[in-house]
């Protein structure tokens, strides 16, 4: 490429400096208004008039022409005397450059420039730096007038092979890919037309030598213009960047893919996440094949000497299908070192220690082109696995010295062949990909032992009783989020009644799983002191404020780094049901719980209107209870808030939204136990920020026939009429074989209530799966069962109550206290 010729060295001076235009013969035929200023003459007044008329000394006319005879070309300068026009002399300093040379017919001209002798050293240096910044090689530089052709660049503007030569009268559009080539042109009408520079804008230069896509260089361009601000041209100034782009594209590719590593704690899609980014940004093609055992956690062998089978884990590219053909069974295994059969004309990795030789990638190019020699062995198998790729390469999962996969990338088309810096970079990538693998495995694990442990505290996930049918279902969060405290319950209480709990413990990870053991043991063993609702949460919120102070103490130390084992944060919200097949009556209390969803047997739909109290483990408020009678056949949705509060809208939403599902679910129609997934139907499977549980209730009633009640007078003597109205009733009711026991109950509780109490006496038996005697009075005094002494005549009533009992007990009423006892029915 060559520089435009030095005639146009100066044509943006002319508005600055005074200029003239002179024919062969010496006459002006051009004026500039410069000129006028500088020697106070008008155009009109000079044009046409021989030169040597504005010298002061006409002699020295004589060796101006003299030295344009002699064919200085390149021009030359020199001093002069001028007439001014107020006839004062003014003497300039002057530069002859010609214009032509008079060839093919065209008369010979010459264009002086003239200054003050105060200004020719100030343009002396403008002129020289100018030349210098159009003969610099450091960066390009071009100059286009108002049509944005091509007046002036440097020699090294675009010095790239396929550039033409003559540059002359060319748009800079002509020397760029067609894509950026239709922006630049008008990017460059925009800053010659509003003045407006461009900056930092990046463009691909058309090479024929470059199989990577040319060479980037930034443009930047200002607007040239006359000193009335009329516009003149456009200056570019360009800086070749293809290295620096390269290296910023390998930079944000790597960023992007440990991006991606980092973004999951699963090990599938953390590989499923890092091949979408390097398929199509590195490749055209990419897969992870790894170890079948990392996905549950599983150590990976550790011997390097045996082959290692691998699965396909993801895969990513136009070819994508292709390549998940592997997602159903073993792939080739990974040998004992990457060591490949030679193959002609491919690109293999110099040796290296044995160490690192097993965690080096290997790049496979020319498969496109190249035949499989016949004597020789084929290329390797993964390297051919996508039809039409030219060039392959892979790098294995390498993490603490152990190999357990590798990651494969193949190009295919008109993309540029792989070569040794994308292997490099594609290592790097594997190495990182190795670690964010091996730490989501150890995470599975982990998960998986605290999952295993958060479902062996769960109860049975459904259960049957004469007063409901209840169905539980628990879903754990993503393993991102890691396992939660929710838990379920159902718990049998005295006289047919059944107590449900949903609780949910705040934070994550095996402290949540833990803490969550313990509530639901404290909830059973306070249920089975038939505590109301309301009363067994202030209990619990005591414990659970306890379990937080012992949190905080430093009493609590690792022996081995002496630092305190603390946990997450201690507190849970909890709603704790009691609902009661005899009376149809459900009493429930809610600690910081969402209310739950009653659906009735008529198919409408409404939530408990609850008073929360604080949620446990904050303390210092009262819970208070809420009733609520439930027509038989009714169902009673408990639930956590993992199920209302996915992050797709507000609780509100959520809540409507579990309303529709309860009715699409069909719950009043079809079993709980089937019900319960299609509830949960539609939760994005392995996506869940928060554990989901669900617990369905469909009510029951026992027979009023089942039932039979009496009231007795705190009188001795009616401890005999007891006995035989238990007597007729069993005998009614088919179950004489538990007539004895049942009398010997009744006369001691009858006994006791008469003897200790006072007040009348009330007596119930109730027929469900077992047989229930109550014996109520208003006594607020517990009876406490002891051993008695061989010579003490009494103290035995209860003890024997506790031998004919399968089990038995005491709660407190508003009126006093029950005692009752429970005794398994017979066999049909």
Known sequence: MR???????????????????????????????????????????????????????????????????????????????????????????????????????HP???????????????????HAFTQE??????????????????????????????????LSGRRLADFLWAEDARIIDDRLREVLHSGNPLI??????????????????????????????????????????????????????????????????????????????????????????????????????????????????????????????????????????????????????????????????????????????????????????????HSAMTAPLCARNIRFGRLTLWRTGDAPPLDRDDLALLEEIAARAAVAVDNARRYTKERRTAVGLQRSLLPPATSESPALEAAGLYLPADADSGVGGDWFDVIPLSSARVALVVGDVAGHGLHATALMGRLRSAVRAMADLDLEPEELLAHVDDMVLQVGAEAESDDSEDGDAGTPVRGGPAWATCLYAVYDPVTRNCVMASAGHPPPAVVSPDGSLEYVELSPGPPLGVGGWPFEPVERDLPPGSVLALYTDGLIERGEGDIDQGMRDLADRLLRADV??????????????GLPPGRLKDDVTVLLARTRVVDPDSIATWRLDADPAIVADARHLILDQLTAWDL?????????????????????????????????????CEVGDSSNTQPRMRRARSSEEGGRGLYIVAQLSHRWGSRYTRGGKTVWSEQNLPPA
Not at 18 to 38: C, H, I, K, R, S
């Open 3 to 105: 520089a435009s010729q030095s005639n146009q060295d100066y044509p943006f001076a002319v508005t600055n400096t005074a200029a003239a235009v002179l024919d062969e013969a010496g006459t002006v035929v051009a004026w500039t208004p410069a000129a006028e200023a500088l020697l106070g003459r008008r155009s009109a007044e000079v044009c046409g008039r021989p030169a040597r008329d504005l010298l002061a000394d006409a002699s020295s006319w004589q060796a101006v022409l003299a030295r344009g005879r002699k064919g200085e070309q390149e021009g030359w300068e020199g001093r002069a005397t001028l007439r001014h026009g107020s006839g004062r002399d003014l003497e300039i300093g002057f530069r002859v450059v010609p214009l032509n040379d008079g060839a093919q017919g």
């Open 108 to 126: 010979a001209r010459c264009l002086v420039l003239g200054a003050p002798l105060e200004l020719v050293a100030q343009w002396r240096q403008d």
């Open 133 to 166: 910044l159009f003969l610099q090689g450091r960066v390009g530089l071009a100059v286009f007038d108002v049509d944005l052709r091509l007046l002036r660049t440097n020699t090294h503007l675009l010095p790239y092979t396929g550039v033409p030569v003559d």
């Open 200 to 389: 930092g804008f990046n463009a691909t230069a058309r090479t024929l030598d470059d199989p990577r896509g040319g060479r980037v260089v930034t443009i930047q361009a200002f607007r040239l213009q006359e000193s009335d601000g009329r516009p003149m041209g456009v200056a570019t100034v360009f800086t070749d960047v293809t290295d620096h782009e390269r290296a910023r594209g390998r930079l944000d590719l790597l960023y992007r893919a440990t991006e991606a590593l980092g973004g999951s704690l699963s090990v599938l899609r953390a590989v499923e996440d890092l091949v979408k980014v390097l398929a199509p940004g590195f490749g055209d093609c990419a897969a992870v094949d790894l170890a079948e055992t990392l996905l549950t956690g599983g150590e990976p062998p550790a011997d390097g000497h045996l082959p290692l089978p691998l699965i396909r884990m993801a895969v990513a590219g136009a070819d994508a299908d292709v390549l998940r053909t592997g997602t159903a069974h073993f792939t080739a295994p990974l040998p004992p070192s990457v060591a490949y059969p030679a193959v002609p004309g491919a690109e293999v990795p110099e040796p290296a220690a044995p160490a690192a030789r097993e965690c080096r990638g290997e790049l496979v190019t020319g498969l496109g082109t190249r035949a499989t020699e016949s004597g020789g062995e084929a290329v390797p198998g993964w390297a051919t696995a996508v039809p039409g790729a």
């Open 668 to 681: 009043l129609g079809r079993p709980l136990r089937q019900a319960r997934h299609d509830i949960v139907e």
């Open 736 to 772: 004489d074989e538990l007539a004895f026991s049942t009398e010997l109950i009744v006369s001691e509780l009858v006994t006791n209530a008469i003897r200790h109490a006072g007040g009348p006496v009330r007596l119930r038996l109730i027929r469900a799966d077992t047989l229930t």
